[in-house]
C-alpha cells in the first residue's frame, strides 16, 4: 500500500548537479521521516541523508555535507535531494526511504520501514 517512486537521475559530468525526487503514496506523509541512501557499483547501500517529519532536523553523510540537501513539500507528499559538485564517486544507485516511528534521527538502514526502487545517477570525470 505504499510506494515511493524516485525520479530525476541521470548522468552528469563532474561538478555539475541533479535533483531527485520521491513521490510517496499510501501513507500520512507528514508523519514519516524520510532519507535517502544509496548503493555504488560493488559497494553495500549507505546513508546518504535525512529529513524530519516536521524539518525540524536533518542529517548528512559526511561525504555529501555542504553538497547536497534534502528538502521536503509535505503538500505534494514529496521529498527532494539536490545534489551539487558531484563527483565521479557519488555514482550511485539513489534509494528513496521512509521512517515510520520518526522518533529517532537516525541513518541506520534497519530504522527504515519503506523503499523506493531507486534510480541511478552516473557522474562522469
Known amino acids: 500500500q505504499v510506494q515511493l517512486v524516485e525520479s530525476g537521475g541521470g548522468w552528469v559530468q563532474a561538478g555539475g548537479s541533479l535533483r531527485l525526487s520521491c513521490a510517496a503514496s499510501g501513507l500520512t506523509f507528514n508523519t514519516y521521516a524520510m532519507g535517502w541512501f544509496r548503493q555504488g557499483p560493488g559497494k553495500e547501500r549507505e546513508f546518504v541523508a535525512r529529513?524530519?517529519?516536521?524539518?525540524?532536523?536533518?542529517l548528512y553523510a559526511d561525504s555529501v555535507k555542504g553538497r547536497f540537501t534534502i528538502s521536503r513539500d509535505n503538500a505534494k507528499n514529496t521529498v527532494y535531494l539536490q545534489m551539487n559538485s558531484l563527483k565521479p564517486e557519488d555514482t550511485a544507485v539513489y534509494y528513496c526511504?521512509?521512517?515510520?516511528?520518526?522518533?529517532?534521527?537516525?541513518?541506520?538502514?534497519?530504522?527504515?520501514?519503506?523503499w523506493g526502487q531507486g534510480t541511478q545517477v552516473t557522474v562522469s570525470s
Open positions: 526511504a521512509a521512517q515510520v516511528r520518526a522518533t529517532t534521527q537516525t541513518s541506520k538502514i534497519n530504522m527504515y520501514d519503506y
Open positions: 529529513i524530519s517529519r516536521f524539518v525540524t532536523s536533518s
